[in-house]
């Protein structure tokens, strides 16, 4: 019966076994590249991207002839064609798409590690630009009903007619029944953001580099979709990253230190809908998180304690504070109280998160940013570095079909 | 719908404009339209399957029909919009998630429930109103204790 797999039943015994996966430890990222953050690029996403990618690959010591994969999102509005064609690229034989929005981060990094491991390509290179903030702002509603019109994403149909629009008051539901059922002190809130905020102001690259914030600052942030705040929201950015995947054997060669990718999953569970699986049993989690948490713990041979560093995919707070219940890292309900006053979670702390400023306070380039700051903590070079990291969590979004990477040094 | 077309209505977004994609929820809409609230079912095992979908999840049958159902239920979660998203909307308004007696939870709004007064677990029964005249929305209203109960032996 599938409706066992509502209840959760992860079976390792269905599953390849970790020495069968050919992407565990013999891939690595050598190479991080971005543009500038900002709220008003002033440029095209074409631009940006070429910028990202050409960064990227100076940055693994590569040359643009050596780049023979391109990864991307469905939602990239760039054409891969134009990259090809500005850039010069003269040797690409391999490319491929993720749909599911943010989800799709980690499964990008999943896909060209693969194509490497498997001899299909050397050299991969997976890129986002985008304009959020002064071109398409995937956080307003009219946005949604027009995308609408020509996807497959039947469920909103449901939801549109009653003004039930945007991202935000789709995580809404979620926290508003998660808060009932743990009770959840509205006050108790806010403390991932203001860690978040405080690694930015170390950050130059950060779009809220220069703009502090304290936790009555969050308490006294406007309620957009109560139960939550202008602070619990990321930071609409243009804005491009790009990434660099080879083999763990080519990267020993390379520029900088591998970011070796021991585990790499996606996850897909039942009854999932973009951002609105309200039809499960228990609404108060995110299986699809739980689900990819526990493929890449077990293919990589580690559990959460282990982590040094997560670079948790938020593009609203609560969806950071769901992932620490389902990744592990704490108790049902008690994420809340676990980043309470901040200091587990700030770069010091028991679990450092998101030490770039992650997707709030550095910039929202649907994840990309997250896996290039997990890069810099494996190679030491991060502006909130921890000390000593060897194992590095990135996940993508939440709410949707998702993805993640644990990196080694 | 178009963006465009949203602006100058200001009507709610459409379901039965989005075309084919929405034909495996036209019975749903239909039925809206004769003011009644019906889910589909495995013609098989009996699973409700909301949304509805080709077949059966558990036992893959492709059979299945529409049972009208009670059309009442609790809040089971909600959110206000403080800024309203989209003209149609005047904000605050709020969204419900209310889970029907069956088990399917549906997003309505409400009718004559501040957002101050909303409660998760408060009962609610559906009510219909006509938009244009193409067009029929489902909403929810709040349903005293004793409401509950009579049509609950219906069941």
Known sequence: ?409 | MTTEQATETAQRPHPALWGVLYRSSTPFWEAVRRHELSLQRCAECGRWLFPPRPMCPDCRCAESEWVPVSGRGTVHSWVTYDESPHPAFAAPYSVLLVELEEGARLVSNPVDIAPDELEIGMPVRVVFRDEGDDFTVFLFERATPDAQEEPASAQ
């Not at chain 1, 009770?183 to 950050?203: F, H, K, M, T």
């Open chain 1, 1 to 409: 019966m599938l409706s066992e797999y509502l209840e959760r039943r992860y079976r390792p015994e269905r599953r390849p076994s970790p020495e069968a996966n050919l992407v565990r430890d013999n891939t690595a990222i050598v190479g991080i590249g971005q543009t500038e953050f900002s709220r008003n690029s002033g440029r095209d996403e074409l631009d940006m991207a070429c910028e990202a990618i050409k960064n990227a690959v100076a940055d693994a010591g590569l040359a643009i002839e050596d780049i023979d994969g391109l990864e991307a999102f469905t939602l990239e509005r760039t054409s891969m064609p134009a990259i090809v064609s500005a850039l010069g690229i003269p040797n690409l034989r391999f490319t491929s798409e993720i749909s599911f929005g943010g989800g799709a981060s980690g499964a990008n990094v999943l896909h060209a590690a693969a194509a490497v491991a498997t001899g299909v390509a050397n050299h991969v290179v997976c890129y986002r630009s985008l304009n959020e903030a002064s071109g398409h702002r995937y956080g307003r509603g009219d946005g949604y009903v027009g995308y609408l019109s020509e996807a497959p994403t039947l469920h909103y149909g449901y939801y549109f007619p009653f003004g039930f629009l945007t991202p935000l008051a789709w995580a809404g539901m979620y926290a508003k029944r998660w808060m009932h059922e743990y009770g959840i002190d509205p006050d108790q809130l806010g403390w991932y953001s203001v860690v978040l905020r405080e690694n930015a102001l170390r950050n130059p690259k950060a779009v809220f580099n220069d703009r502090p914030m304290t936790h009555a600052d969050y308490l006294e942030s406007p309620m957009i979709v109560e139960p939550l705040r202008l602070f619990d929201c990321c930071v609409d950015t243009d804005g491009a990253v790009a990434l660099v995947i080879t083999s763990a054997e080519r990267a020993k060669d390379l520029k900088q230190t591998p970011a070796y990718i021991l585990a790499a999953a996606q996850s897909c569970p039942p009854e999932q809908e973009i951002q609105t699986s309200y039809n499960r049993p228990v609404m108060s989690g995110l299986p699809e998180t739980w689900y990819m948490g526990q493929e890449l713990f077990r293919v990589a041979g580690v559990g959460p304690a282990d982590i040094d560093v997560a670079q948790l995919y938020d593009p609203f707070s609560f969806g950071a504070l769901l992932q620490l219940e389902e990744l592990g890292f704490c108790e049902r309900g008690e994420s809340a109280a676990f980043c309470e006053g901040g200091d587990r979670i700030r770069p010091d702390g028991q679990l450092p998160l998101n030490t770039s400023g992650g997707l709030l306070s550095e910039a929202y380039i649907h994840g990309y940013n997250l896996i290039a700051e997990g890069v810099r903590q494996i190679r030491g070079t991060s502006t909130s570095q921890v000390e000593g990291a060897e194992l590095v969590l990135a996940t993508g979004g939440p709410g949707v079909p998702t993805s993640g990477l644990i990196l080694r040094r």
